[in-house]
C-alpha cells in the first residue's frame, strides 16, 4: 500500500479557489488509480473524482464537473485537487485515496486501498 498525506485546505469564500495536494510515498506511486473524496458532517463519503495512473483520463462527480480538475505529477509522487467557484455546499473534509485494480471510474469508497487522513475545506457564503 501507499502512504498518502493531504494539504491545502482550509476556508474561503463563495467563488473562490483552493488547491489541495496528496503527497505519496513509495516508488509505485505511478501504478495508482488516484481518487478524491469528501465527506461532510452527517453524511457518507462521497466521490469526487480520479485520475489514471499515467494522468491521461479524468471522471468527475455531476457535482464539480467544471469547477474542480484533478492532476498528478508522478515524478513528485502528487495527485492534485484545484477547486475553482467554491459553494458553500462543497465544505467537507476532503480525502485522497489510491487504488490500482479498478478503472478511474471507480467511485466506491470501499474499492480504494489507501487514504489519506484528510483535510477541512469550509466555504463561506
Known amino acids: 500500500q501507499v502512504q498518502l498525506v493531504e494539504s491545502g485546505g482550509g476556508l474561503v469564500q463563495a467563488g473562490g479557489s483552493l488547491r489541495l495536494s496528496c503527497a505519496a510515498s513509495?516508488?509505485?506511486?505511478?501504478?495508482?488509480?488516484m481518487g478524491w473524496f469528501r465527506q461532510a458532517p452527517g453524511k457518507e463519503r462521497d466521490f469526487v473524482g480520479a485520475?489514471?495512473?499515467?494522468?491521461?483520463?479524468?471522471y468527475y462527480a455531476d457535482s464539480v464537473k467544471g469547477r474542480f480538475t484533478i492532476s498528478r505529477d508522478n515524478a513528485k509522487n502528487t495527485v492534485y485537487l484545484q477547486m475553482n467557484s467554491l459553494k458553500p455546499e462543497d465544505t467537507a473534509v476532503y480525502y485522497c485515496a489510491a487504488q490500482r485494480s479498478y478503472a478511474v471510474e471507480t467511485i466506491r469508497p470501499s474499492l480504494y486501498d489507501s487514504w489519506g487522513q484528510g483535510t477541512q475545506v469550509t466555504v463561506s457564503s
Open positions: 513509495g516508488r509505485t506511486f505511478s501504478s495508482y488509480v
Open positions: 485520475i489514471s495512473r499515467r494522468g491521461g483520463s479524468t
